[in-house]
């Protein structure tokens, strides 16, 4: 970028790779750093080291956590006999702040995509399917969005699980159509898992 030193320019170039982040935004960003005190953005850039260094995906649900499992699949608990199939650990954190949810998870790291290039064999489905047959849950409740990678994915699932002898649910209406599940209400997400349908 024009105008600016090098180590500027390297900053807007990493800062908009950053998703939502256009050449605006991360120069507000990067401007709000550079006046900030050089403490301040040090221990940013630690925080970062750290949380790259600790922060890995549960080796049971691919949730965060810096351990091999994460807090959820280690509590007894929690119904381990229902399974929240959610697009990425963000939605995790959306069901739980409703806090009416007591079941597992298990994170897809997306949804299919075709023209994307994601298909079903990028995403955690075939760690999913080999995980119901171990455990054997009485649930399974695909809780992925209602855009229409959502409901293709949700689709999708359903035809994958449903011959492995288990229940399979979708979210009620009540989220609105396109939207991503850490964009609802905790009160709507609550609903929404209480009047879920079969799928």
Known sequence: MAGYPPEMTDLLERLGRLPG??????????????????????????????MKASV?????????????TCSICEDPGRDHGIIC??????????????????????VLMGKISPLDG?????LRIGALV????RQ???????????????????????RVLKPLGVKVTRLAAGIPLGTAI????PGTLTR???GRRDL
């Open 56 to 68: 890995r995906f549960c080796a049971s649900c691919g949730n965060l956590t810096n351990r091999r």
């Open 136 to 158: 054997s849950p009485r649930e399974v409740i695909v809780a992925t969005g209602s855009d229409p990678e959502g409901e293709t994915t949700a689709f999708y699932l359903a």
């Open 192 to 194: 929404a898992l209480e």
């Open 21 to 50: 982040l256009g050449p605006r935004s991360s120069q507000r960003i990067a401007f709000h750093l550079l006046l900030r005190p050089a403490g301040e953005t040090k221990k940013l850039g630690e925080a970062l080291e750290k």
């Open 130 to 133: 080999a995980r119901i047959r």
């Open 118 to 122: 994601v298909g079903p064999e990028d």
């Open 85 to 106: 199939v959610v697009e990425e650990p963000k939605d995790v954190v959306a069901f739980e702040e409703t806090g009416s949810y007591r079941g597992g998870y298990h």
């Open 182 to 185: 850490d964009f609802v209400d």
